[in-house]
């Protein structure tokens, strides 16, 4: 399936979105926001003409690789230093994607971010100083958290906008209040590695890891290490092929309120294979290339036209989609999408910088579904199951159908009625990581 049909997503400018997110208007504007988040639209759309995005982009995304690709001493160094963690295993040279995280937190009046560490965290890191690294690299990670803060602010800014926004045309004030009750936001900066960052890393991982793991075979004697299907990045069992096969990130919904994210930056590396040295890469350079194919390589499923579109979005901009809490709190008139991230075929040597802010609840919110239809037209499974009608043949419909419903646990598993979002987020996670092991991490 790789031409797939392209959505190309409705885009509001930033000053127009501000002026909807003052007193309400009832414009047609508002009313094209909520026919691309309800249940008829795609659940996602863009916003562009944001100040000072283009350079926040530009100075953060290509971090994502150089981080990845870095030494793992070096790399705890530099996280540590600016405050960020990570939720992959990076220790995992056979992982796809490098995932670097923050906790953005509202300050005074819950409106912006705060952009200073307080002294405590300053105290906990001044024993993880950049001290030993080259200037070179003390110098490329200098502005990281500073330039992640900024960011991350202006993308909750535009999350706090849309939520005021769909609570002004849906009634109340359910989305924005939930937000702002729970005082943070999950900022994820995220490398997808081409094939070739992962030859480098599998091959440095070679290297590392020769003599220990000539000590780990002895301590563990006679015991069989279990057999089966490749691993993913979770170091979860995956099958040999199928659908999810070429995928960066797996099928899932986001189970927060809004996901907001960058409009990708994809790179081009040139490789050098070392001739004293098999199977050796040295990475000589990389250039910012435009978008393969035109589009951004997010994919997404739509159960209005029983098909799977592949996401457009115009250069510097950002998409914002609906996650699943939107869906629950708005009672259905918000609708959570379906979606994963596609690689590329036939270009090794291409790989994808996203930053990404995941805005969601208060881990008390307590969600009530006596009003709500968890099979409304999402993915409940029936609509999928039909895909052979519309846009899909018969049969990559009913294997599209089969391989998601391996991989995405319905919500009526994950969600009864009086779960607070602390537990339905948990559930969610234990439900897509810890059944089948398809599930790449997100």
């Not at 997110?21 to 094209?32: G, I, N, V």
């Not at 301590?219 to 960066?248: F, Q, T, Y």
């Not at 589009?295 to 592949?310: A, E």
């Not at 579904?369 to 609509?383: L, R, T, W």
Request: overall charge negative; aromatic content about 8%.
């Amino acid at each position: 399936m790789e031409e797939d049909e392209v959505l190309e997503l409705f885009e509001i400018q930033y000053s127009d979105l501000k002026l909807l997110s003052s007193p309400p208007s009832c414009s047609r504007l508002e009313k094209m926001i909520i026919e691309n988040l309800g249940p008829t639209g795609p659940g996602l759309l863009a916003v562009t003409g944001v100040p000072n995005a283009s350079l926040l982009r530009w100075k953060l995304l290509p971090l994502a690789r150089k981080l990845a690709l870095l030494s793992p001493d070096d790399r705890k160094r530099i996280l540590k230093e600016h405050n960020l963690g990570s939720d992959v295993p990076l220790k995992n040279p056979e992982r796809n994607v490098s995932s670097f995280a923050m906790q953005l937190r509202y300050d005074q009046g819950l409106e912006s971010i705060e952009t200073k560490p307080n002294s405590e965290e300053i105290a906990q890191n001044s024993s993880l100083s950049l001290d030993n690294l080259d200037d070179d690299m003390k110098g490329e990670f200098k502005n990281l958290g500073a330039v992640f803060k900024e960011l991350g602010s202006c993308m909750m800014e535009l999350g706090l906008c849309f939520a005021r926004i769909c609570d002004w045309a849906i009634g109340g004030h359910e989305l924005e209040q939930s937000l702002l009750e729970s005082c943070s936001a999950k900022g994820r900066l995220i490398h997808y590695h081409s094939t070739l960052d992962s030859l480098v890393l599998k091959q440095a991982g070679r290297k590392k890891g020769s003599a220990k793991k000539q000590a780990n075979n002895k301590m563990v004697g006679g015991k069989k290490h279990s057999e089966g299907g490749r691993l993913d990045e979770n170091g979860d069992e995956a099958g040999p092929c199928g659908i999810h096969s070429n995928l960066w990130q797996q099928w899932h919904y986001d189970y927060g309120i809004f996901t907001v994210l960058t409009d990708p930056m994809f790179l081009s590396a040139s490789y050098l294979q070392e001739t004293t040295a098999a199977d050796e890469y040295l990475v000589s350079s990389y250039e910012e290339c435009g978008l393969p194919s035109g589009h951004c390589y997010l994919q997404i499923y739509d159960p209005n036209k029983n098909k799977v579109l592949m996401v457009k979005s115009s250069p510097e901009s950002f998409i914002v989609q609906v996650g699943e809490s939107a869906d629950i709190l708005s009672k259905g008139r918000l609708r959570s999408t379906l979606h994963c991230v596609r690689r590329p075929s036939k270009l090794e040597s291409l790989s994808r910088e996203s930053f990404v802010v995941f805005l969601q609840p208060a881990w008390s919110k307590t969600f009530s579904v006596s009003d709500y239809h968890m099979d409304h037209g999402g993915f409940g499974h029936q609509k999928l199951k039909e895909s052979g009608e519309n846009g899909l043949s018969n049969q990559e419909g009913n294997a599209l159908s089969q391989e998601i419903q391996k991989i995405v646990p319905p919500l009526s598993a994950r969600l009864k009625d009086g779960m607070t979002f602390a537990e339905f987020s948990r559930e969610t996670t234990k439900q897509y990581y810890g059944g089948s092991g398809l599930q790449s991490n997100r």
